[in-house]
């Protein structure tokens, strides 16, 4: 059994704020591959009973965490690219639609804004899926390489906002009023949605809870004691 700590209640901090940003702004992507990459990080225990750090990096990285890391990680990034390719076919067709008004029409500018950056979540998603090991030297190491392996979705999320915003621009020249409402409504309702699942929940690794975390908010059954 296990009860969660949600942000609803916890107090608000600044760590909460970084949270709160990531789900908003990233959906919460970044967070979860950080969370997942320190789990193949192990610590060890220091050896000096008096030193007053209990904890130390080992500098290693555990394989079978890693390799189950990996497995989500490459299933994540296919599923990304699968979704990125279809994306091009939409700003493909979109151009075309558009391609009468040029180059300086705003809408086309940032469909292919868009294009970039859905064929620069596949080009990056192609280049993290080959098999590779990693370990966190530093922390330094450790921040560069949650970059890294966020971009591929960093990359398709924001070139599918690119593309929503040319939806909505090109509505907006063409006075399109009852579609630009409908499409602020909506924005509006995915917001609150990603806000309220913030607050709500906690999060988890991809494949299994951190020991440290489940141990904190383990709850155990309390045996039955016979009449």
């Known amino acids: 059994m296990y009860c969660c700590e949600p942000p609803l209640r916890q107090p608000f901090t600044k760590v909460s704020l970084y ?17 997942s990459l320190k789990a193949t990080q192990p610590r060890s225990k220091s050896n000096n009973e008096h030193s007053s750090i209990a904890t130390q990096h080992s500098h290693t990285t555990n394989l079978d965490d890693w390799k189950e890391f990996w497995k989500m990680f490459q299933k994540d990034v ?10 091009l076919a939409g700003n493909a067709n979109f151009l075309n639609i558009t391609n009468q008004h040029g180059l300086s029409y705003w809408p086309q ?46 990359l398709f999320l924001y070139s599918i906002i690119l593309f929503i915003a040319a939806l909505i621009v090109h509505l907006a020249i063409n006075s399109a009023a009852v579609q630009i409402y409908a499409a602020i409504a909506i924005m509006c309702l995915v917001i609150a949605t990603l806000f309220f699942y913030w607050l709500v929940t906690e999060p988890i690794d991809g494949w299994r809870f951190l020991p440290q975390e489940c141990g904190k908010h383990r709850v155990e059954e309390t045996p039955q004691v016979p009449v």
Do not use: D
Request: aromatic share 10%.
């Open 78 to 87: 296919g599923n990304i690219n699968l979704l990125a390719t279809v994306l």
């Open 109 to 154: 500018k940032l469909s292919y804004a868009s294009l970039m950056a859905a064929l620069g979540s596949i080009l990056v998603g192609l280049a993290v899926r080959n098999p590779r090991i990693f370990t966190a030297h530093s922390r330094g190491y450790f921040q560069a390489m949650v970059l890294v392996l966020g971009f591929p979705f960093e």
């Open 19 to 35: 949270s709160l940003i990531c789900m908003l702004m990233f959906l919460g992507h970044p967070e979860f591959i950080q969370r």
